[in-house]
Nanobody, 114 residues
Framework: VRMMESGGDLVQPGGSLRLSCVSS????????MGWYRQTPGKQRELVGY???????NYVDSVKGRFNISRDNAKNMVYLQMNSLKPEDTGDYYC?????????WGQGTQVTVSS
């Protein structure tokens, strides 16, 4: 299984970005999908996830600012990020939730800076 993330960029504080992830997982529509991020010097952490039924859950730091959606017909999951803050800077990854070690992709880099 491969995950391929895209959409990362340099953005000013307060700006928005939409990340995309395409998965080759044949079970995509039946599993929860998560977005994770890793910042320098820290372990990768969960940002939020969306269940197969469409239920969403987010960490407190992004609630009200980030939104996860999925398109099962395309095997894609998205992360809409609004009101970005410098502390949102990091490498963003998608994976099943909980994550499977062998499924991590290369990630996409998000930098929030003026």
């Amino acid at each position: 299984v491969r995950m391929m993330e895209s959409g990362g960029d340099l953005v000013q504080p307060g700006g928005s970005l939409r990340l995309s992830c395409v998965s080759s997982d044949s079970l995509f529509s039946t599993v929860s999908m998560g977005w994770y991020r890793q910042t320098p010097g820290k372990q990768r952490e969960l940002v939020g996830y969306i269940s197969a039924a469409g239920r969403r859950n987010y960490v407190d730091s992004v609630k009200g600012r980030f939104n996860i959606s999925r398109d099962n017909a395309k095997n894609m999951v998205y992360l809409q990020m609004n009101s970005l803050k410098p502390e949102d800077t990091g490498d963003y990854y998608c994976n099943r939730y909980p994550g499977i070690r062998e499924y991590w992709g290369q990630g996409t880099q998000v930098t929030v800076s003026s």
